[in-house]
């Protein structure tokens, strides 16, 4: 019988959660999609994910769960709230959703998520040296994978380039609010990662979120000393490596 865990990845814009097979990374289920409530409120939230986790069907108790969420995470606190709730700054959010639950889950930022999937099972697979992934969506998310292994935490996505939070100019939300063409967005994706490889020197950038599917139409119009390419596991990356972190994790397990 397959390992398996579920994950849960909620982002500013949808809350999606589906059943993983640990060994391959597919999904087992029907990956299950809803709006995040409006507002972004921990117990808004919160009921969503209840709400998916019904509709899985978990029955066995001893199925790992991880939750990611778009914010940097300490001991279980959401220490950071960009496009959610700022009641979600300094909150007990792990507890909350074991109370609601009425479950143990494995807590994570959801681009370091992304990250751990694309090293298992995904673009980052077998890379030696420094890997960035990033994630374009509501925000911009990131994570930094040294050697296969995760570096927790990294908010490169609010790094301030010309005086500007750049995720407010360069996320794939930027691109639809400024109706921008793919041209003129790409312009300020070349400013953000030519900005974090000078930082950072990375030898490999990936890309993802759901718009990484579209790769073809912005990803060849980047100049950078780094290879770049798009997320192999496209917008299943979070699920999938909340659902490997909460397993990996679990000692029991
Ligand atoms: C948050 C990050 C998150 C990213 C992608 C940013 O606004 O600060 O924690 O990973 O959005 O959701």
Redesign the pocket.
Known sequence: MARTAVGIDI??TGIKGAIVDLDSGELLSDRIKKSTPEGGEPDAIVAVVQQIVDELGLDDASVPVGVCF???IMDGKTL?A??VSKKWIGFEAEKLFETTLGRGIHFV???DAAGYAETRFGAAKDVKGLVIMT?L??????ALINDGVLIVNA?L??LEIGGKDY?TKASFAAKERDDLSWKHWAKRLQKYYSHLEALLYPRLIIVGGGVSKHHDEFLPLLDLRAEIVPAKLRNNAGIMGAAALAADSNPAF
Request: charged residues 15%.
């Open positions: 982002g500013g778009p914010a940097a950071s960009a496009n930022n959801d681009a994630t969506g509501t925000g911009i998310g990131t908010e996505g609010h995720e």
